[in-house]
């Protein structure tokens, strides 16, 4: 029963405390690079090997005006990356630097690509959607970064001060609730805006798609997050038990005699 105790007082806690970490940390840097890893984790991949775009009244194929032109983008929490598809193959040739507040605007991208004055055959879905990306992605950002920091404080607290459960309470609640808003976040827009590209299709020749892994990990380590509040909850509840048994102990002088009701 002692191993157990421990094992609900330190080690479940800190073992999820440090997983919810690691999995945002991955989220965080997804896409960063063109690497076998990193460039696996974006959010969403914008497919335009069959583009099509009016501008000033004239219909033309991107790959018309850039035979080089990427078949897809694909879009991170800090840059987006580029490359080509054969075969349903994806590789990815390029990626941008990163920036501190980061959002995608495909429809930029590819004018500036393109060479070309403003889009207009962008249907309104997509243009909703697009409006709304700017402001959430940095919230986003602004919430997973702030999830790690304090995730980060809520392990060392918990490695250092175990003992006291309600300080490793209280310190797992900020860092869940950034999480859980960041990644509910990410998840609602890059779904609508992948629908919105995939219903445009006929118009824009686009298709869309969330990525599987990447939001895998994200809510992973939301329900990392879950169960690190509620084992330092149980922490909480169990201190409290052991000291009270403590307290509950009397001690009487050697030669001082016990009270005539307890002979």
């Known amino acids: 029963m002692g191993a157990l105790r421990v094992c609900f007082i330190v080690c479940f806690p800190l073992f999820f405390t440090l997983a919810a970490l690691v999995l945002?940390?991955?989220?965080?840097?997804?896409?960063?690079?063109?690497?076998?890893?990193?460039?696996?984790?974006?959010?969403?991949?914008?497919?335009?090997?069959?583009?099509?775009v009016t501008v000033d009244g004239n219909n033309f194929a991107a790959t018309s005006v850039d035979p080089s032109?990427?078949?897809?983008?694909?879009?991170?929490?800090?840059?987006?990356?580029?490359?080509?598809?054969?075969?349903?193959?994806?590789?990815?040739?390029?990626?941008?630097?990163?920036?501190?507040?980061?959002?995608?605007?495909?429809?930029?991208?590819?004018?500036?690509?393109?060479?070309?004055?403003?889009?207009?055959?962008?249907?309104?879905?997509?243009?909703?959607?697009?409006?709304?990306?700017?402001?959430?992605?940095?919230?986003?950002?602004?919430?997973?970064?702030?999830?790690?920091?304090?995730t980060a404080v809520e392990f060392i607290t918990g490695l250092f001060c175990f003992s006291s459960g309600i300080c490793t309470v209280l310190a797992s609640l900020p860092p869940l609730a950034c999480l859980v808003v960041a990644t509910a976040l990410s998840t609602?827009?890059?779904?609508?805006?992948?629908?919105?590209?995939?219903?445009?299709?006929?118009?824009?020749?686009?298709?869309?798609?969330?990525?599987t892994i990447t939001f895998g990990i994200a809510w992973a380590a939301v329900a990392a997050a879950v169960l690190a509040t509620i084992f330092w909850c149980f922490s909480f509840c169990c201190a409290p038990i052991r000291d009270r048994r403590k307290s509950q102990v009397v001690y009487h002088p050697v030669d001082s005699p016990l009270p005539m009701h307890q002979l």
């Open 69 to 150: 032109f990427p078949g897809f983008f694909q879009v991170g929490l800090w840059n987006y990356c580029e490359g080509t598809v054969s075969d349903n193959v994806y590789a990815v040739t390029n990626c941008t630097a990163t920036h501190g507040l980061f959002y995608f605007n495909p429809l930029s991208v590819i004018e500036d690509r393109l060479g070309v004055g403003t889009i207009a055959n962008v249907p309104s879905q997509v243009t909703s959607a697009l409006q709304a990306a700017k402001a959430i992605s940095y919230v986003m950002i602004i919430l997973y970064c702030i999830s790690a920091i304090v």
């Open 188 to 211: 609602a827009l890059y779904f609508v805006e992948a629908q919105a590209f995939n219903d445009a299709n006929n118009v824009l020749g686009t298709t869309a798609s969330t990525n």
């Open 24 to 52: 945002t940390i991955f989220v965080i840097i997804g896409n960063l690079e063109n690497n076998a890893v990193l460039s696996k984790l974006y959010f969403m991949r914008l497919n335009t090997q069959h583009l099509s």
